[in-house]
């Protein structure tokens, strides 16, 4: 299966930071998600992004898929930030997912 | 519109029981996967269902299975259940192919096997 690798592993930030956290993937993808896990477990939707750039808030990601790599952009974070972000590609129909970014933001 | 919604939400179970778990998807939505989280080894894809078919499935062992019944909902079986069974079970559903269109999961189910 495809190998999808996140860094960095753990980030912590002041409040009001940037940040920017990487994707790796290791052949073509149909598809790349990049979630945010609350506390409960649930996997929140940040970006469904195969190619390109997108932006939603102070949130955006970049997925450049001929070079296998999404980035996901936080800006002036916050603490209600933290947790931990996955990406998930797919291929056929299942996701495969990176073992994720856990960040701490600090007030 | 409602989201994906998974019951129970949390569950204690002894070792060589089975448990059953459902996840509702979104109104309209036909494709249902499932992903089962770990500490040790993170989220790991378990089978997909599409129109009450099942076409993909994990490697995991013949004590999980699932099915889908015609209204989408999707339920997943763990039979003669084992410590290591412990985790977070996700599931996730797509309006149609999963490479072409976006996934929603549900709050996930978590289960403890003592």
């Known amino acids: 299966g495809i190998q999808v690798e996140q860094s960095p592993p753990d980030l912590i930030l002041q409040e009001g930071a940037n940040s920017t956290l990487r994707c790796n993937f290791s052949?073509?993808?149909?598809?790349l998600q990049w979630f945010h896990q609350n506390p409960w477990g649930q996997l929140i939707n940040l970006f469904y992004i195969p190619s390109g750039t997108k932006q939603n808030g102070r949130l955006s990601a970049t997925t450049v898929a001929t070079e296998r790599y999404s980035l996901l952009y936080i800006s002036s974070s916050q603490t209600t930030d933290s947790g931990v972000y996955f990406c998930a590609v797919t291929t056929g129909n299942q996701f495969y997912f990176g073992t994720g970014t856990s960040l701490t933001v600090i007030p | 519109k409602a989201g994906v919604t998974q019951t129970p939400r949390y569950l204690i179970k002894t070792r060589g029981q089975q448990v059953t778990l459902s996840c509702s998807p979104i109104s309209g939505h036909r494709s249902v996967s499932w992903y089962q989280q770990t500490p040790g080894q993170g989220l790991q894809f378990l089978f997909e269902y599409f129109s009450e078919t099942q076409r993909n499935k994990g490697n995991f062992p013949g004590r999980f299975s699932g099915r889908q019944f015609s209204n989408s909902r999707s339920e997943m079986n763990v039979s003669t259940l084992e410590l290591g069974d412990s985790a977070l079970y996700l599931c996730a559903s797509s309006l149609g192919d999963l490479p072409n269109t976006e996934a929603f999961f549900g709050q996930g189910t978590r289960l403890t096997v003592v």
């Open positions: 052949d073509s993808v149909n598809n």
